[in-house]
Nanobody, 126 residues
Framework: QVQLVESGGGLVQAGGSLRLSCAAS????????MGWFRQAPGKERDFVATITKSGGSTYYADSVKGRFTISRDNAKNTVYLQMNSLKPEDTAVYYC???????????????????WGQGTQVTVSS
């Protein structure tokens, strides 16, 4: 069982930066691949980024490649999403998720993840 709590969202101007954190409880964090997804109003939930259990490999959606960086600290049971050069189209609720059973790599679809956080709002003003 893994419980996830996101933080770090907020309001930022276009071109600015934010760092999201996702704190996990439970012993399986270090053995789970982790992902970030986002959902804008009226839209489906979209994949953003994922990282392997060791942190050795990452994968990004084309829309955020070069601007966002996913990382993790297994000693702190935390995964991060550093977001730079933010754009108004990045506005969404951001969710972290854990793939405890390592079904596939990279996990691009929500159903490939077992546990989800409650989400944190990111709003980018133009």
């Amino acid at each position: 069982q893994v419980q996830l709590v996101e933080s770090g969202g907020g309001l930022v101007q276009a071109g600015g930066s934010l760092r999201l954190s996702c704190a996990a409880s439970g012993r399986t964090f270090s053995s789970a691949a982790m992902g970030w997804f986002r959902q804008a109003p009226g839209k489906e939930r979209d994949f953003v980024a994922t990282i392997t259990k060791s942190g050795g490999s990452t994968y990004y959606a084309d829309s955020v490649k070069g601007r966002f960086t996913i990382s993790r600290d297994n000693a702190k049971n935390t995964v991060y999403l550093q977001m730079n050069s933010l754009k108004p189209e990045d506005t969404a609720v951001y969710y972290c998720a854990a793939d405890a059973f390592l079904r596939t790599w990279p996990g691009l679809r929500g159903y490939e993840y077992d546990y989800w956080g409650q989400g944190t709002q990111v709003t980018v003003s133009s």
